[in-house]
């Protein structure tokens, strides 16, 4: 006991040397493995479990729909940001690479086929975008990450589809993606059509990985002026190789929206309205459904500001099947010049977190339903106060309670085994009794200029309820150390140490399934050379903590190493 005390104020005197950490993440919409600030438990990169502690609810943030999201990827009644079909903003050719720590790759050559380890699963992107010729540039992006792939692969996922389900590798990774594609872009519009293919596994109610390849997909967004739009035509393949099942849906959809200008955002009066749609068309063997085939979700969102230090917030969305508000108010209250002092409060009420997913899910002859009656209501009311000392120390912290009523979660009615993954049946319901939850979050600060940045924090949370009916019961608290130093203003570490205590899984197993909390520590080297417009980085994830299983039928969270070469044009 004494040696790992020891051990752990070693640490963390190493630590407090060292800090807000902005550390890459392996791909765009990863950086929750990476967060210290709540519960993120990974099954793979198109499914998570995100919720940071003092969000108020039990929902993970990508059940909940926003308008923020709309350019989010929908999968399944999730909305993720993996796979990323945003086009890299800067002019620039790039290329990444990594592997889990302990795959000896020159083992392929030293030893014969028999004796080499078991092949760790590799991280692989390639990609450019040009500059802009008389205002058009082209991109091409191929990108796929097998991080949590390999345990499921071998065992289960090969004999589920055909061939090696991936642009390249034989590791069967969560998703492997390829497309390219024209944009325009000048003062007054910025528009782009990209068009290309590939496999994904979706994670779905029923516990299921459903193999999806679209064959092709295509994406055209455009803003012009105060109105964006985004239209996507998807053909999915769907298929079970063992039940000789294979389905098809083609998918249209998409949002139009208008914001308004910059002179009324400057003003007490902001207006924003939109619609997301989706149109599907399924034919064969298709695990999911939509009702009539289409959903159309209006929505308007609009801020007031009756005076500098008071601002409204609501968005409201309706369609003849759900509605969706999320309102929220903040004042901040005056004090000294560096004091900052917010009180606000919020509400999240409706009929379902996400109106635009699918309704049904379809398992060995039974209907899933991901629609559950009555409403959900969360009320939060929080506290901020911030305050910088001196000019490189400053301190904060923030108090909120929160109650939730009509909360979403799943009646497991039974369970079915499947070789090493384990099923559920049963139907999207609700807990019809008040959670209640309160948190609080403390930090510190230090930076001096451009070269240094610390940043220590911890917080915790409390939930009263009935926990048994939670999808994950949450972390209780954290704490974490993390780092910036550019050094010479070209030579960049990040690096961040943290701990999170247990969370657990009720829903999808028979028995709860534990996390047992952990310390975690990455970190991230990069080199800049401004005058060729070049950077090297290199990132380690994950270090120290336990190789565990973060979710039921997820895959390994493992110590990994990658790193990314970057050409500016």
């Known amino acids: 006991m004494n040696s790992f005390v020891n051990k752990i104020f070693s640490v963390l005197a190493i630590s407090a040397c060292s800090a807000f950490a902005s550390v890459d993440a392996e791909m765009e919409g990863m950086e929750v493995v990476s967060r210290d600030d709540g519960t993120f438990l990974i099954a793979g990169p198109t499914y998570y479990f995100d919720r940071t502690l003092g969000a108020g609810g039990i929902h993970s943030e990508s059940e909940l729909w926003t308008p923020r999201k709309l350019r989010y990827r929908l999968l399944f009644n999730r909305m993720s940001v993996l796979p990323s079909w945003t086009p890299i903003a800067t002019p620039s050719f790039w290329m990444k690479t990594g592997n889990e720590l302990g795959d000896l790759i020159y083992h392929d050559f030293l030893t014969d086929a028999e004796d080499r380890p078991i092949n760790r699963t590799p991280i692989l992107e390639g990609g450019f975008r040009t500059p802009l010729f008389h205002g058009l540039w082209a991109t091409f992006r191929l990108f796929q990450d097998d991080h949590y792939a390999f345990y499921t692969a071998r065992k ?58 679209y064959k092709p997909r295509i994406e055209a967004r455009a803003e012009i002026g105060n109105f964006s739009t985004t239209l996507v035509y998807e053909n999915a393949e769907y298929q079970d190789k063992r039940k000789k099942e294979t389905g098809e849906r083609k998918e249209v959809n998409g949002s139009v929206v208008y914001s308004c200008s910059e002179t009324c955002k400057r003003g007490m009066l902001q207006l924003s309205a939109g619609l997301a749609f989706r149109f599907v068309n399924d034919e064969g063997t298709v695990y999911t459904g939509l009702a009539d085939d289409r959903v159309l979700w209006p929505f308007l969102e609009m801020g007031v500001r009756p005076m500098d230090n008071l601002k409204f917030d609501v968005m409201f969305g309706v369609n003849d099947r759900d509605w969706l508000v999320q309102d929220s108010v903040e004042y901040l209250i005056p004090a000294l010049e560096k004091m900052n002092i917010t009180v606000g409060a919020k509400n999240i009420a409706g009929t379902r977190l996400n109106p635009i997913a699918d309704t049904h899910e ?141 969370a657990e899984w009720n829903l999808r197993t028979r028995n709860p399934y534990v996390v047992k909390g952990d310390w975690f520590w990455d970190a991230t080297f990069e080199q800049r050379f401004p005058k060729w417009g070049m950077s090297l980085a290199g990132s380690i994830i994950q270090a120290l903590g336990e190789e565990v299983i973060e979710a039921p039928n997820g895959g390994h969270s493992r110590i990994r190493f990658f790193c990314t070469a970057k050409k500016n044009f």
């Open 362 to 502: 379809y398992f060995d002859g039974d209907t899933i339903s991901l629609t559950a009656a009555g409403r959900m209501n969360l009320l939060q009311g929080y506290v901020r106060f911030e305050d910088s000392l001196t000019n490189f120390f400053g301190f904060g912290l923030r108090g909120s309670f929160w109650a939730e009523y009509g909360a979403e979660t799943f009646d497991a009615e039974s369970f079915v085994k499947d070789k090493i993954f384990t099923y559920r049946h049963g139907d999207v319901s609700r807990i019809n009794s008040w959670i209640k939850g309160v948190t609080g979050e403390f930090w510190l600060k230090l930076w001096l200029k451009d070269f240094f940045n610390f940043t220590a924090l911890t917080g915790f949370e409390r939930i009263d309820g009935d926990e048994k009916r939670f999808e994950v019961n949450p972390a209780e608290f954290y704490v974490s150390f993390n780092a910036d130093w550019l050094i010479n203003k070209t030579f960049r570490i990040s690096h961040s140490l943290r701990y999170r205590s247990d």
């Open 156 to 213: 289960y996922r090969m004999d589920q589809v055909d061939g090696s389900f991936s642009f390249f590798g034989e590791n069967w990774p969560f998703f492997s993606s390829a497309y390219g594609g024209i944009g325009y872009t000048n003062d007054f519009i910025d528009a782009s059509i990209l068009a290309g293919k590939e496999y994904l596994w979706i994670f779905t109610e029923s516990s299921r990985w459903i193999p999806v390849e």
